[in-house]
Structure formats: C-alpha cells, structure tokens
C-alpha cells in the first residue's frame, strides 16, 4: 500500500511538472499578427471543390486548365490569401478538393474563385461557406516552404 501511493505521488508530481514545463505563454504580438480574437481564433472561407459540369474538354484542354489552377493556387498562397489547398483522394462523391480562404465573407472568397481557370471552365465547381479555426492556420503556408523537398 505504501508503494502504491508513493507510485501516484511520484506520478502526480511528475504530471504536474510536465504541465507546467509545457506551459505557453500568451504571445500578444503574434496574436495581433494573425487577427486573432481572443481564443486564438479567426474567420476563415473553406471551398469544397466537386467536379464541374464540364465533360467535354479535351485532354489538352484539361492539362492546360490544371496548370492554370496550380499556377493560381501559388498565386493566392503567395498573396496570403489562400491558406490550406489539396486534393482528395479518389471518392465517390464528386469531391475533388479543398480550399481554405484568409478573408472574412464568402463574397471575397467569390472573387478569388473567380481566378482560378479550372472553376471558371466548368472543370470544377467551387461549394463556399464560413468557418471558424485557429489563426495559427496562416502559418502553414511558410512552414510548407520548409518541408517541401520539391515545389509544385
């Protein structure tokens, strides 16, 4: 029995010591940086990407359109504008990716599907809600930078 408590207390004191060793202090500056409210949160648009209603274009075409909708995507990353992007995998539901916009209202995240070739071709069509995640999520693009081996 004596072992047994001297087991929790030793754990105890052990968990204890860990939390506050990993404890993060509150960085008001980099909060202010990443327009975070105060729950370290911010305002997002994501953008389900399906498949569009567009069929017929030739393989040329496609290519074409594709690299025009990477070329964009860099494009809004660069500009801060575009947070997360990436495909799915293949899926039954039409779903071919996604999008996460840095702005506040789907009408500006409107105007920057507007840029991409591959929605406006009717290759995909781009589905626009609201969303509300950490603002840490900006910093995923620099980190990306330094992780990838080889750029797209």
């Known amino acids: 029995m004596k072992n047994s ?30 327009n975070a409210d105060e729950y370290g949160m911010k305002k997002y648009v994501f953008c389900l990407l399906k498949s569009g209603t567009n069929t017929t274009a030739s393989k040329e075409e496609t290519k074409k359109l594709f690299e025009g909708h990477m070329a964009n995507i860099n494009k809004l990353a660069k500009e801060g504008k575009l947070v997360v992007a990436g495909p799915f995998m293949k899926n039954d539901r039409n779903y071919r990716g996604i999008y996460i916009f840095n702005v506040e209202t789907v009408d500006e995240a409107k105007a920057l599907v507007a840029t991409d070739p591959a929605i406006k071709a009717n290759l995909l069509e781009a589905e626009l809600t609201p969303w509300y995640c ?18 797209m």
């Open 5 to 34: 408590l001297f087991i929790i207390a030793f754990l105890l004191m052990n968990v204890i010591g860990f939390s506050q060793e990993t404890e993060v202090k509150f960085d008001e500056n980099l909060a202010k940086s990443l």
């Open 134 to 151: 950490t603002a840490a999520l900006q910093e995923t693009v620099k980190i990306h930078e330094k992780i990838a081996k080889t750029k």
